[in-house]
Every structure is written in structure tokens, then in C-alpha cells.
């Protein structure tokens, strides 16, 4: 049986490494700039910050590697979720950040894709088929 989602599945890993290689070089050269929309239960934010953009490059870079995919599909898709109380503080406490809109315009739809961005991680690395395959 030949992988019908395999092409596809290609175009959206080099996407989402793509997306994830520009944010880890952002989260690198200006963590500052990220400071105000980390939770305050968040401990050394500044290093949580350097941290996360480590793992932003290390998991683009994963996803374009066969060895590594499913793993970095996995980690990617957790690092969304992890993220998304720093998402959650933008927007309900309307915290402006250069360049990003503060209007629900923009928040809403970002926070209404996150569960698309962990899905995307997901199913691009292989880790599910869902919902075009049924009964794995």
C-alpha cells in the first residue's frame, strides 16, 4: 500500500520546521521582547524563554530527520501546549508586544489554533493518521 499522505505530510513538516525555526531564532536574539507574556508562576523566565527557543530549532531541525520525527512530532506538540498559558496571558491581559496586533482579531484565532498547531505536529511527524485513516 503506497502512503497517500506522504507528500502532503512532507510539505506541512517543512512548514512547520520553517515556523519553528524562525520563532527559535526569535526567542533567541530577543527574549525580552517575550518577557511580558510569561505567567509570573514561571520560574527564570529569561532562561525559560533562551530555553525554548532552543527547543524550537532543535525541534524544527528533528522534523526534517527520519531518526527523529516521531520524537520531535511528540516534544513538538507538547511544547504547544506548554506554550499556551503564555498565549492565554496576551491576550486576556492585553500585554503589547512589537509588531503583534492587541485586538481579539488576532488573539482569538492564535488561541483557537493551537490545538491545530499540537494536531499538525502530530500527524506531520507520523505520530497519528487522524482523521484520514481509521482502525491503525
Known amino acids: ?21 524562525i520563532a527559535g531564532i526569535g526567542h533567541l536574539t ?13 520560574p527564570f523566565p529569561r532562561e525559560v524563554i533562551l530555553a525554548t527557543g532552543a ?5 524544527a531541525a528533528a522534523m ?16 504547544a501546549l506548554c506554550v499556551w498559558p503564555a498565549n492565554i496571558k496576551h491576550a486576556v491581559e492585553h500585554i503589547p508586544l512589537p509588531h503583534i496586533p492587541d485586538s481579539w482579531w488576532y ?10 498547531l499540537i494536531w499538525w505536529a502530530l500527524f506531520c511527524s507520523g505520530v497519528i493518521d487522524w482523521p484520514w485513516r481509521r482502525g491503525l
Open 30 to 42: 530577543a527574549p525580552g521582547a517575550f518577557l511580558p507574556i510569561v505567567p509570573e508562576w514561571v
Open 64 to 79: 526534517l530527520t527520519a531518526r527523529w520525527r516521531y520524537l520531535a512530532g511528540i516534544m513538538l506538540a507538547l511544547y
Open 107 to 116: 488573539h482569538g484565532p492564535r488561541l483557537a489554533f493551537q490545538p491545530v
Open 55 to 59: 527547543c524550537e530549532l532543535a525541534g
Open 1 to 21: 500500500m503506497t502512503d497517500t499522505l506522504g507528500k502532503p505530510r512532507a510539505i506541512m513538516r517543512w512548514i512547520m520546521a520553517a515556523f519553528y525555526g
